[in-house]
């Protein structure tokens, strides 16, 4: 296999299976408990836990040449989208998928206009951008530790009185939705969403929705946690925001933030709400 989009696919499958593996091999052991260590010394066979570590060592040994690319491979990136340490006023799309705004930076994993992995931080140094917007890319991130980072590295990059605009997945109405036995809400988010063999019950919605079970190899895809506003909002002021407010669709008091409609999963509605809960804080 020579095609290197097609290598770095087969790579990321490898590595999927490895989670899975990984997984199932926790669950072994805690299964097995003091058992393989003794059938080990009886047989006169290597330990278990130096067969682990080798393998522990090896992945960190990976990752650990893995990191030394990341500086060269977004210098190269952002000297192509002519981003350079003097550079203000920038307008950062993170998560951006498929939708490309226009004078805006669009990240995200490869492929992207700025491929990277948002768990690195930003590459830009404080008070580089003026607008930040995420689109339902928060709840993909463990939380706290993990949303807390992307946060706070929101924050660092953001100037004075810079803003970001966060939507996520309004989980305080699924939660309603659910206890209402609301039927336009779980029979839309199948439209919108689709939804495993299409009869799942309202609790496999929630449970999806809001973050609960995924497999361990659809762990990066997955949501990994949800968000109502009080959460949200504390997330926030931990990050070192402290003017918050709750937005409606569309409904930035700055122009440049009057970007929802580009996203599908923004839009999407049942019958006249939005999925999405949409959240505005500025930077001091
Ligand atoms: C549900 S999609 C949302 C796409 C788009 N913003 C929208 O509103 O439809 C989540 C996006 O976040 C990206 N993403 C998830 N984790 C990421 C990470 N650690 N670093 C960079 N991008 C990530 C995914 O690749 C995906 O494009």
């Known amino acids: 296999m020579n095609d290197p989009e097609k290598l ?21 052991l805690a299964g097995l408990g003091i058992f393989p260590e003794q059938a080990a010394k009886s047989r006169n066979a290597m330990p278990i836990h130096q067969r682990l570590g080798q393998i522990q060592q ?5 990752r650990a040449d893995l990191a030394t690319l990341r500086g060269p491979y977004l210098g190269q ?13 920038l307008q950062l799309h993170i998560g951006s998928g498929p939708y490309i705004l226009d004078g805006w930076i669009n990240l995200d994993i490869f492929p992207a206009q700025l491929s990277t992995n948002v768990l690195w931080g930003l590459p830009f140094t404080n008070g580089q951008c003026r607008y930040v917007f995420l689109s339902h890319l928060l709840e993909h991130l463990f939380y706290p530790t993990d949303a807390m980072g992307l946060l706070k590295e929101i924050h660092r990059v953001l100037e ?12 305080e109405q699924c939660l309603r939705a659910y206890q209402e036995n609301n039927a336009a809400f779980f029979e839309q988010r199948v439209e919108h969403w689709g939804a495993g063999d299409g009869n799942a019950t309202r609790l496999e ?17 997955a949501h990994k946690f949800g968000y109502d506003f009080e959460t949200l909002e504390r997330a926030l002021q931990r990050a070192g925001f402290k003017t918050i407010h709750r937005s409606q669709f569309m409904g ?26 949409f959240v505005e804080a500025q930077k001091e």
Not at 8 to 28: G, P, T, Y
Not at 58 to 62: G, N
Not at 214 to 221: R, T, V
Request: charged content about 20%; proline content about 4%; aromatic content about 8%.
């Open 8 to 28: 770095a696919a087969h790579n990321r499958k490898i590595a999927k299976n490895m989670m899975q593996s990984v997984f199932e091999l926790a669950s072994d």
């Open 58 to 62: 090896a992945i960190e040994q990976l």
């Open 77 to 89: 990136q952002l000297q192509g989208l002519g981003v350079n340490q003097t550079s203000k006023n």
């Open 160 to 171: 004075p009185g810079g803003i970001v605009r966060i939507v996520v997945p309004d989980i």
């Open 205 to 221: 919605h929630f449970l999806s929705y809001a973050g609960a079970g995924p497999d361990p190899a659809w762990l990066f895809e």
């Open 252 to 277: 930035s008091e700055h122009a440049a933030l009057r970007v929802d409609e580009h996203s599908q999963v923004a839009s999407a509605k049942f019958g006249d709400n939005y999925y999405s809960l």
